[in-house]
């Protein structure tokens, strides 16, 4: 087994960092394809409890590479502070981190546009306001900074000076605000290229070696299937592509190099920000899974929409991705529930269908259709045998498979390392 992708197959916080940590002792490699400091990924291990927004789940191995690869968009300043942060709980990046010259650069003022965009929306995406979308929006315009481009000065005052021209006709203009000036938001990037530079490379054909090595890569999507910008709940998605497809165009390792392509789900659904949610309980229960599961989001702090896992959804997460193996999260925090509940199908003007909607309309009028499950009793410590589980969650787990027709490699049953069934050999 050498290459891997790992993915959100919800609307992200699957606990995509928790497994991607775990399995990074089994990788020399592990890549961010995609996406910024919009992503918050948990690790919880040795008593510790790390954030990760744009280093990848695998810099706490010291025996693996890390790899920020060209799809990513990179805000230097929140870099150089997670950096700090990963030195201060024992990681040594120098000479394991490699950040790829292309990815773009995300400045204060994409941040800026960012928010201000949101505060004139009527219908809020719900963004993070960590500049995504307008530095996502420059890279597809030709008009983007690239970490390359922080190492040349006179590149860098020629870019920044585009970037502000066509940044305060927005600000000025649209949103009333004041204009930027070139020098300041040259001057604070040089200082952090300075800090940065040992670490920018070319990091494609870093990849491109360890393949030639037969080296095992994993690639650590960010955001969710359904956030993504082509197949998620447009316009209520991110700027990226948190898919499979993705992860080559983000890190340039060719699809045909591709193996698995594991797919990250919780027990139930969350959802962060705006935008349709099909299963979204706005009752007691719903209130139960949000204190139970402690859904508040990783990098902003809002309280994360909750709902039953719907099999609609995921079964379309699963055909777009290509998943071929799923890991099933959270699991613990439907201990103790008398019923549980997955929807099976949607109700769309009176018919079932199973197919996901593409038009943001439609979702106005989805009624779910739910299959009720008993639940089980919490117990003391994982079995070694999938067999010897609480034969009701047995039953939940096959049903889902089935459903699928994926299945469960990873069960994990509390937010630590080691709180982790394999039920397959990975
Ligand atoms: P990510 O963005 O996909 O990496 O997920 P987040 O880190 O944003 O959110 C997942 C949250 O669930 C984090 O607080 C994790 O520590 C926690 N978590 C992960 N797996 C489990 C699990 O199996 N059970 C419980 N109770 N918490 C988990
Ligand atoms: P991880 O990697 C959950 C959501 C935002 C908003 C939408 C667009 O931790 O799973 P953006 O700032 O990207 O322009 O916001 O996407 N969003 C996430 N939701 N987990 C994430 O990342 C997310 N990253 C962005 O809440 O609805
Ligand atoms: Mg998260």
Known sequence: MSVRVIIGAQWGDEGKGKIVDLLSNRSSWVVRYQGGANAGHTLKFDGKTIVLHLIPSGIFHENTKCVIANGVVIDPEKLLQELENVRAHGATPEGRLFISSTAHVIFPFHKQLDLAKESQLTDKIGTTGRGIGPAYMLKIARMGIRMMDLLDENVLREKVTQNVVYANSLLENLYDEKPLDVESNVSAMQ??????????????????????????????????????????????????????????????????????????????????????????????????????????????????RCGWLDLVALRYACRINGVNELALTKIDVLNDMEEIKVCTAYKVNGEETLEFPLSINTFDHIEPVYRTFKGWKSYDSNPENRADLPETMQTYLAFIEEYLNVSVVILSTGPGRTETMELQEL
């Open 191 to 304: 200082a952090y290229a300075a800090q940065l530079s040992p670490f920018i490379c070319n990091t494609a054909a870093l990849l491109h070696d360890a393949l030639d090595r037969n080296e095992t890569i994993m690639l650590e999507g960010a955001q969710g299937a359904l956030l993504d910008i082509d197949h998620g709940t447009y316009p209520f998605v991110t700027s990226s592509s948190p898919t499979s497809g993705g992860a080559c165009t983000g890190s340039g390792i060719p699809p045909t190099r591709i193996e698995k392509v594991m797919g990250i789900t919780k027990a139930y659904c969350t959802r962060v920000g705006n935008g349709p949610f099909p299963t979204e309980l706005f009752d007691e229960t719903g209130e139960e899974l949000r204190s139970r599961g402690g859904e508040f989001g990783a990098t902003t702090g809002r309280p994360r």
